[in-house]
């Protein structure tokens, strides 16, 4: 119903108020996110110091609403757990036999990566890769993706790293379709840790 209710620039961001209000159902909070998503600058995910999602209309006409794929997720998510919880308490949490995947934030300086109120600093990059580190110790695979830079190498350089290539289009003056390189670091578990309690 939002797709077809909110196609013009002021009604995008009359919804966008009505998300960051948080006073609507839970469901109707999911839908909103997902319309944002949709008709948003990009795809972009965003918001402010005051925890604002502040993503400009994206003047697209008719985008594609993934709905077989929403729906196919909600049953794949039926029996997952979500937390909401910093990475020190999630990885805290990994037991032998699991495999734990990382996709910090970019700790970039001169382009923006913050996209939340919190922000990811260098200082939490380090400390999550040397948490990072110590799992594979407990009988957890660990594999982390972060951008292709010499001080990340450094940081990942205990881990078996794969460079690839990523289309990335979210800066409005890197052109659709921009590469950007990546690394994949991966270490495995200690197979003799694998099956003993954490």
């Not at 909103?32 to 502040?54: A, E, Q, T, V």
């Not at 970039?108 to 380090?126: D, L, V, W």
Request: glycine share 8%; hydrophobic share 35%; with cysteine.
């Amino acid at each position: 119903r939002l797709y077809c209710l909110g196609r013009s620039e002021d009604a995008y961001y009359e919804l966008r108020s009505q998300f960051n209000n948080h006073d609507s159902a839970s469901d109707t909070q999911a839908a909103l996110f997902i319309y944002l998503n949709r008709f948003g600058h990009r795809g972009l995910c965003r918001y402010n110091r005051k925890g604002i999602f502040n993503v400009p209309w994206g003047y697209y006409a008719n985008p594609y609403l993934p709905e077989t794929e929403l729906y196919a997720m909600a049953e794949k998510m039926s029996s997952a757990t979500l937390l909401c919880a910093s990475f020190q308490t999630t990885l805290s949490m990994a037991r032998p036999g699991d495999v734990v995947y990382c996709d910090p934030p970019y700790v970039n300086p001169g382009r923006f990566t913050a996209y939340h109120a919190s922000g990811f600093t260098p200082a939490m990059q380090i400390e999550l890769t040397k948490l990072l580190q110590l799992l594979p110790e407990r009988g957890v695979h660990v594999i982390a993706s972060c951008h292709d830079a010499p001080d990340i190498r450094e940081l990942y350089q205990a881990f078996a790293i794969h460079g690839v290539t990523a289309r990335r289009s979210i800066f409005k003056g890197s052109g659709d379709g921009k590469k950007a390189s990546e690394i994949f670091a991966v270490k495995l578990a200690d197979n003799s840790k694998k099956g003993a309690a954490a």
